[in-house]
């Protein structure tokens, strides 16, 4: 067979290009440190390597995600922190106030501390983040949620919007309160009914001239109680002076004036004789209410006292009432009161320590997403590096290989083109 | 003696012949295209004698080329199929190495921009926050502007080769025309095969070979007939014909190849027939790869712009007004602005001779997720040569999608097909119209920003539900019914009675009425409501939950949004598009469209590189047999010299010896 004396020379340097291609190909693989340096290489991979940077990336944003809910929980929990103290304190307060030997001017300062907490707590439901939004406005994060219109009567202009924040991709966590739930929407009494001293309408000084103190009351079947239709209940006393020992008999009527034992209109003398601390009891028809209460020391012929269903008192209503309390009342209307109020605060501490709770508990769940986040971090390295990056130990010995291939290719090239019959003629 | 003196003579001439011969293959072993050359040497007839017949010499016959045809057209097709390989792998090379670096691609941008939105959802009211996703939404628009511009810049050099490509089709063909005369005249002076110019004709028709695939016919005056594609003649004798380069009549901004018959009129080629070599090649490539990447580019464009649209108009701005759109995109008269709905381009054939705006068709992308990477054809036919109406045809797959053709009248909807929504011409179009839609192609181009307005970024959501705290005489609600925070339904536009104020008011615990405050009307006397399942409500375009077990005369509220600035709702939602599959069908995400695109590329490239490999050795292998027959080999050359030379002087000897043996004769007689 013959071979024409271009087809040696065009074969060599075919195979000398080949080499040399792959040699630099090899190079610009160890230069870049990529496996894949076009799409070409591995299409299925290159087309991977960005599915999964966006997921790399999408992770690391519900990273800051969970920074930012964090910091926004933080803020909302070191506001609730401070609320729960200063009820603690106020309650303190309302506690020593109960002390008889407290004068009326005792009584005036202890009133003059909490108008200053008053001011504190409203500042501290006014609070603002480092941007300027307030914490507690629900979605209207630029209007000041809390406003006094007058004194002891204070608005919510916020709404009820909880603002959520994506943490993971299936998960949005709320990362603030609305300031109706924590402030505004708190039931007074013991959450079913409450019980009060009657007070003037106008002076809103106490009415009753005995000593009977009523308690808080509580709810026996609850299910009993929603089925009342009349909840608007009054509970009266009848002092007998004519026989010694005075009697005193007590009845409770609704507000047509039928006594709730009897079905018929109240009159004396009342049902039931009073014994100072003993429980009245509506927990057996008649009347089935599902609810008692009760009351202790003397209490003056005619006194009354009102238990109606619970309805919602914000807080500042609570302190409110507390202070013209402190600064009006004495004797067993303070004691009234504070019993009241007492009640009142420890509901307002209730939910306070309840929301601050709910938003411990968002924290540590945002806490572990974040590690689960972390550890999905590393794995999505690890991925795009397993797809992408180059094995430095297998290219550098492929270079060896490449490197020898192309000069035994140029080597031979040389000795053959040198072979020529006119090297002898 | 004469007699050994002519036969001495004869052998001269022949080695001296020989020498030449093989001198001119020595110095010809490199010219592309050269057939090694030998002499033919016959001997002379031969003398009768009375001693019998006795030779005369030799003679040379001829010079003849050593020519195999079919080794040469082995060689031919083999070349033709390997430029066609060579030339598509260097376009896609430019695609490859567009997408190559994954941080100069679209992904980083799209990624940055996602996050701009998430720190917006995190930050409602912060302004820093929303000019950040401005910008980084400009950053990602100015991305998909470059890689647009990219591909424009390649379509560009990809008309400027294939006029070049036919420049030299066309120059070729001229050459070979005036060879094939020379030949003729040269073949026709009967002395033997003019063996130089046929190496040259030959080396012609092999570069012709590379730019397209042409055949030849061989005339008996020794001219060859040359005709290309589907039979058209490409050089007749010693007349060649024309192939011209020109804008296509479908798309005047794509240069086609066109054909001048005899009489100046210009056939278009189709694209079919010109299916190897260089020019095969760029136009293979232009409409396999370059279209449809350009396409699925503009395609991701568009959906973002579009499904992100969508979600912003359901929003609410920092000043309370209902969300306008994000992103610019093509409207119907070709211009990009905050159009709701994008348009697709269409281009009026040529032949249409009409180019005033109503006697074209309207088409919008009316569903973004429907629609597909192909460009489409709409034709109108009135009857006289085939069925009448308008006819669509897919040119992915050349699927027709309207068949019967419809018949509508001017300016109704003709049809909506692949997410499109075709609309007849305001003006009535004549027989033969159509028109070449391109519904993605300028998405990249035309995708802008149209708000820069930082307050204007849509957030937040327009409406709110909530517990009624007045209810009960303002002492609220007494049961523990909750209500979720509202969402409003799509697609855009909002419902007119969206921000109306509706109260939801629990008649006992297991009915509910619904009453619209705001036009004094009951949207819902009693809806009967389960507390263990809860209950989903959806009025004037919005939607909320139900939950829980609410008490008689409980009530729940549905109104605007007013100064809802730390609402971050809506941001949500926007946020949340980047990982949900809104194109294609519904089967991917824009990111992983983009991917598509670059696995595509990457696939049809190593598809054409390991092709275009194996074509290449089978190249060399046609080419090493073609020059083991009619290459040169200088060794053998070397040899043939030694040999003439001699040749030459044994003959030379030859005539020294008949002239001393007449020196002899002579001398007898002194």
Known sequence: MRISTSTIFDLGVASIQQQTTTLVKIQQQLATGRRILTPEDDPVGAARVLEVSQSKALNQQYDVNTGSATSSLGMEETALESVGNLIQDVRTIAINAGNPTLDHNNLASLATDLRGRYQELLGIANSTDGNGQHLFAGYKGSTQPFSESSPGTVAYNGDQGQRLMQISPSRQIAVSDAGSDVFMQIKNGNGTFVTAAPVDPVTKISTNTGTGLINTGNVIDPVKWAAVADKNLTLVFNVDNLVIPSVTTYDVTDTSGDS?????????????????????????????????????????????????????????????????????????????????????????????????????????????????????????????????????????????????????????????????????? | ???????????????????????????????????????????????????????????????????????????????????????????????????????????????????GVHDVAANPASVPSRQSMISSADAMVTRFQALNQRFVEIREGLNAQVTASVDMINSYARQVAELNNRVVIAQASGSGQPNDLLDMRDNLISELNKEINVTVVRQSDGAYNVSMGMGQALVVGSQPYILTAQPSLDDPSRIDVGYQ??????????????????????????????????????????????????????????????????????????????????????????????????ASPTV??????????????????????????????????????????????????????????????????????????????????????????????AAAAPIISQIDNSSHGGTGNIGTGTISAGVVNPPPPTNAALQNKVTIAFIDATHFSVTDNTTSTVLAASV????????????????????????????????????????????????????????????????????????????????INVTAQAQASLVKQSQMAQQSLSGVNLDEEAANLLRYQQAYEAAGKMMQIASSMFDTLLALGQ
Do not use: C
């Open chain 2, 1 to 115: 003696m004469s007699g050994a003196l002519d036969v001495g003579i004869s052998g001269l001439r022949a080695a001296q012949i020989g020498l030449t011969v093989t001198g001119h293959n020595i110095t010809n072993a490199s010219t592309p295209g050269y057939h090694r050359q030998e002499i033919v040497q016959t001997a002379n007839t031969p003398v009768n004698t009375g001693a019998g017949f006795l030779g005369t010499g030799v003679n040379v016959d001829s010079v003849k080329r050593v020519y195999d045809e079919f080794l040469d057209l082995r060689v031919q097709t083999a070349q033709t199929q390997s430029s066609y390989l060579e030339t598509f792998s260097a376009q896609i090379s430019q695609l490859n190495n567009m997408v190559a670096d994954p941080n100069a691609g679209l992904s980083p941008a799209l990624q940055q921009f996602f996050q």
């Open chain 2, 261 to 358: 018959a005899g009489g100046g009129q210009v056939f278009y080629l189709q694209r079919e027939s010109l299916n190897s070599g260089n020019l095969g090649g760029l136009l293979a490539f232009r409409a396999e790869s370059l279209d449809t990447a350009q396409n699925s580019l503009g395609r991701v464009a568009i959906g973002l712009a579009q499904t992100f649209n969508d979600q912003h108009r359901l929003g609410q701005d920092l000043n309370d007004a209902i969300g306008d759109v994000f992103f610019n995109v093509m409207g119907p008269s070709g211009a990009s602005g905050p159009n709701a709905v994008p348009s697709a381009k269409i281009i009026p054939n040529v032949n249409n001779n009409d180019l005033t705006p109503g």
């Open chain 2, 528 to 607: 009967v409501y389960s507390p263990t399942t809860g209950a989903t409500v959806s009025y004037n375009g919005w939607t909320t939950q139900l939950n829980g077990a609410p008490e008689t005369g409980d009530s729940f509220t549905i109104g605007p949004n007013a100064k809802g600035v730390a609402d971050n709702r809506n941001a949500l939602l926007l946020a949340g598009l980047q990982t949900e599959n809104k194109l294609a069908g519904g089967t991917a995400s824009f990111q992983s469209a983009y991917s598509q695109i670059v696995s595509s590329i990457g696939v049809k490239t190593r598809d």
């Open chain 2, 364 to 457: 919008t992308l009316s569903d973004v997720s429907k629609v597909t990477t192909s460009d489409y054809n709409l034709s109108y036919s009135d009857g006289s040569s085939s069925p009448a109406g308008y006819s669509l045809i897919r040119l992915s797959d050349k699927a027709s999608l309207f068949t019967p053709p419809v018949v509508v009248a001017p300016g109704a909807q003709i049809g909506v097909v692949d997410g499109l929504t075709i609309t007849a011409p305001t003006t009535a179009p004549a027989n033969g119209y159509s028109w070449q839609i391109q519904p993605t192609r300028y998405g990249a181009r035309d995708i802008g920003v149209a708000i820069h307005d930082t307050a204007k970024v």
């Open chain 1, 260 to 425: 709730v034992f009897t079905g018929a209109p109240s009159a004396v003398p009342y049902p039931h004789t009073y014994t100072s601390g003993s429980t009245i009891d509506l927990t057996s028809a008649p009347p089935d209410y599902g609810i008692q209460f009760a009351v202790e020391g003397a209490p003056a012929n005619g006194d009354t006292f009102t238990i109606k269903a619970s309805t919602n008192e914000n807080i500042f209503t609570t302190l409110h009432n507390l202070i013209t309390a402190l600064e009006t009342e004495s004797g067993t209307g303070l004691a009234n009161k504070l019993n009241t109020a007492l009640t009142n605060l420890d509901n307002s501490l209730d939910r306070a320590l309840t929301v601050r709770a709910s938003v411990g508990s968002r924290m540590k769940e945002i806490e572990s997403v974040k590690s689960t986040g972390e550890d999905l971090a590393l794995q999505y390295e690890q991925t795009i590096s397993n797809l992408q990056d180059l094995d430095y130990a297998k290219a550098i010995s492929d270079l060896n290989r490449q490197q020898v291939g192309l000069e035994a290719a140029q080597k031979s090239f040389m000795k053959i083109q040198g072979l020529s019959l006119f090297n002898f003629i």
